[in-house]
């Protein structure tokens, strides 16, 4: 009996033996899993930083072969003197007694110019004609952000038919398209009743390429004088609004016509470097 204890104890140790070698395999197999999911880990996290550096570059190459964006250059580059773009018979026949014009106040007279002239004929007690006339021009540059210098002037002269056409004060305003001045033109008359006396007031806007110019002319008799006929003073403001268009195309090396087959061509191009963004003064109704 002895001797089988001595067997029963020595079989225990054998599987005390076992179970702590069992065990051990255990722990190291365990051990290694972790560095293995790292070391996993790595391989794939620097396949992700090369493919997005691939992508990086791709995008890079996609960007450099996109072109710029461009805008039709605009035609007209400069304006002409304000104060000459009226000849001599004109300005007889719409202010004849207007000594010289007034050039209006300008920081780049090569994109807004403008002149105004007064004439007062005076008759003493029988009574006095007054007329007043001014010529405004702005030309628009064409700009990426913006658009074509062309498209800014459309723009515009639609806004400056519009304040015509929209006076305080204004009765019996009538507008018409006026043919053969630029590429568009329309003329808004209206009737304005001021302290000094009744006025008839006449405007004609027009646009040429990317040149837009706005045309006031107003009379009145004053002091128990003669009103002025309307249709009168509308011939001679379309036929001043005309010529004005005219010596524009004729500074930028055109015929002189004021139309676009006078105007010369140009190619596209990346646009200008600046662009008008303010408005000249509106119609003569603020004015006397």
């Not at 089988?4 to 395999?25: F, I, M, N, P, T």
């Not at 007694?97 to 110019?113: H, I, P, Q, V």
């Not at 105004?116 to 021009?137: P, T």
Request: net charge positive.
């Amino acid at each position: 009996m002895q001797r089988a204890a001595k067997r029963d104890q020595h079989d225990r140790c054998e599987q005390r033996e076992q179970w702590a070698r069992g065990l051990r395999r255990v722990l190291v197999c365990a051990a290694a899993v972790p560095v293995m999911l790292i070391a996993t880990g790595c391989s794939s996290d620097s396949g992700s930083d090369d493919g997005a550096a691939e992508s990086a570059k791709a995008s890079a190459s996609e960007s450099s072969a996109s072109p710029s964006p461009t805008v039709q250059a605009a035609v007209y580059e400069s304006l002409p003197q304000s104060c000459k773009v009226l000849s001599k018979k004109t300005l007889e026949d719409l202010v004849p007694e207007a000594k010289s014009g007034k050039a209006g106040s300008s920081d780049d007279s090569s994109t807004r110019a403008s002149c105004s002239w007064s004439s007062l004929d005076n008759n003493g007690v029988k009574g006095s004609q007054f007329r007043w006339l001014n010529v405004s021009l702005l030309r628009f540059d064409s700009d990426v952000t913006r658009g074509s210098g062309e498209e800014l002037a459309r723009e515009y002269f639609e806004t400056q038919v519009e304040d015509a056409r929209s006076v305080s004060g204004a009765k019996n305003v009538k507008s018409e398209p006026v043919a053969g001045v630029g590429d568009e033109a329309t003329a808004v008359r209206y009737d304005l009743k001021k302290k000094e006396g009744a006025f008839k007031q006449e405007t004609v806007v027009a646009r040429v390429e990317n040149v837009v110019v706005t045309l006031d002319y107003n009379g009145a008799g004053l002091a128990g004088e003669k009103t002025p006929s309307a249709d009168a003073l509308n011939k001679l403001a379309q036929k001043a609004a005309k010529e004005a268009v005219a010596a524009v195309a004729k500074e930028n090396g055109g015929g002189g016509a004021g139309t676009p087959s006078s105007a010369p061509s140009k190619s596209p191009s990346g646009g200008s470097s600046k662009a008008a963004s303010s408005s000249p003064s509106k119609s003569a109704s603020k004015k006397s």
